[in-house]
């Protein structure tokens, strides 16, 4: 359910995956084959470090990977702002379960260490690219492969803008999917990392957006933007229909006034 005071057009259909828990089966769904393509991760990775994947859909991962970087995050919540004032309030919870979602896989990669592919020896097993458990802040970038925190952004951003924006629920996940699919192409991630990533923004963002204490937080912080932006709004017709300071309005004549 979405919250009340989200204006939604009705004959607007509402997207499929409007509850925590289907979300979250979706994530559990999306760790099992990030499981499953563990068999796959080092031939998908010599594949690509070969060249063999086409320029179009490189160049077209390559572009949709702002999806999934902060930049792009805050030129959509911009537009967002300018081209749908009626939901400017909303900004702080879409921006929430993009970056929340991020900041949860980064926090796992505190807890497993694995080798990115353009720092592994792609012949080796992909288990090979575990390099170990609990490393902390003690590891490098390279070590930090699992899982994808892209994925897991560009997938809270999705789901929090399939609710906002009900006519993009296959639209938004499509870009989540190209986003993390770059990750792939641009060998900084195995395919697995990337899924994973994706389960995480499917855990936390439904948190931010379908209920829980989250959500109703920011329910309670976007009923007092409303009000406040509808209060802004509604300030500058009623003072036009006040009488401004220092400039009364003209006195009514009297029949005495148009005798005379």
Not at 74 to 88: E, K, M, S, Y
Not at 103 to 120: E, V
Request: with cysteine; glycine share 8%.
């Amino acid at each position: 359910m979405r919250p009340p005071h989200w204006k939604i057009t009705p004959e607007v259909p509402l997207p499929r995956l409007r509850t925590i828990t289907q979300l979250w089966r979706l994530a559990a769904v999306l760790g099992g084959l990030g499981v499953a393509s563990l068999a796959i991760d080092a031939p998908l990775a010599r594949w690509i470090a070969r060249g063999d994947c086409p320029a179009f859909l490189e160049k077209l991962c390559g572009l949709s990977e702002t999806f999934a970087h902060g930049v792009g995050i805050a030129v959509i919540a911009v537009f967002i702002a300018v081209l749908d004032p009626v939901h400017r309030h909303v900004v702080p919870r879409v921006v929430a379960a993009a970056l929340g979602s991020g900041l949860l896989a980064n926090a796992f990669k505190l807890l497993i260490a694995r080798t990115r592919p353009h720092h592994f020896d792609l012949q080796a097993d992909a288990l090979d690219s575990f390099a170990g458990w609990f490393p902390l802040l003690g590891n490098t970038s390279w070590e930090q492969g699992f899982p994808s925190s892209h994925a897991a952004t560009a997938a809270g951003l999705a789901i929090a803008l399939a609710c906002l924006y009900p006519r993009g629920r296959w639209l938004f996940p499509l870009m989540a999917g190209l986003a993390g699919l770059q990750r792939v192409l641009a060998e900084a991630h195995f395919l697995s990392d990337v899924l994973w990533g994706s389960a995480v923004g499917c855990i936390f963002a439904p948190l931010c957006v379908y209920g829980g204490r989250i959500s109703k937080a920011f329910d309670r912080l976007e009923q007092r933007l409303s009000a406040r932006q509808s209060y802004d709004a509604a300030a500058p017709a009623s003072r036009m229909l006040a009488p401004q300071s220092g400039h009364p309005l003209p006195a009514q004549s009297t029949d005495v006034d148009r005798a005379a």
